[in-house]
């Protein structure tokens, strides 16, 4: 799956799970040439490329995260006070309402079940392409 896109900027990917963390990259680094990424392992790590990217002026970023991962909230809280524009990307393992309420409280994008992987690619190319208003 290849999606055609103009779209310029930084997708960083946060996620404790190195296989789950490897396969997202490769998924959308096929799907998505030319758009940066940057893995982090941790929540702490993606604060930390957050903050590096906010001093450069690159683009959009999308920030691609388990649900679950530790932390989140904090990451999310940078997200807001950020002055560049990004945007949350979820992964939630199962269909589950306690995964939407939290996607809703992170004002996040919540892609569910193993199937969502499919979608992936066509939300943070959206995400990435600026609006025009």
């Known amino acids: 799956m290849q999606i055609e896109t103009e779209a310029r900027g930084t997708v960083v990917v946060a996620e404790e799970r190195a296989p789950v963390r490897e396969y997202v990259r490769a998924l959308l680094e096929r799907a998505l040439p030319g758009v940066a990424q940057v893995s982090a392992t941790s929540s702490v790590d993606a604060l930390e490329v957050l903050e590096a990217l906010s001093a450069h002026a690159c683009g959009p970023v999308v920030l691609v995260s ?3 991962l530790c932390q989140v909230d904090e990451l999310a809280e940078h997200v807001w006070g950020s002055s560049m524009p990004v945007s949350v990307v979820l992964l939630g393992g199962s269909d589950t309402p306690s ?5 809703r409280q ?3 994008t919540l892609i569910e079940g193993p199937d969502g992987f499919r979608r992936l690619a066509e939300v943070v190319a959206e995400l990435l392409t600026p609006t025009l208003h």
């Open 66 to 68: 388990g649900v679950h």
């Open 99 to 103: 995964d939407r309420a939290r996607a």
């Open 106 to 108: 992170l004002e996040a």
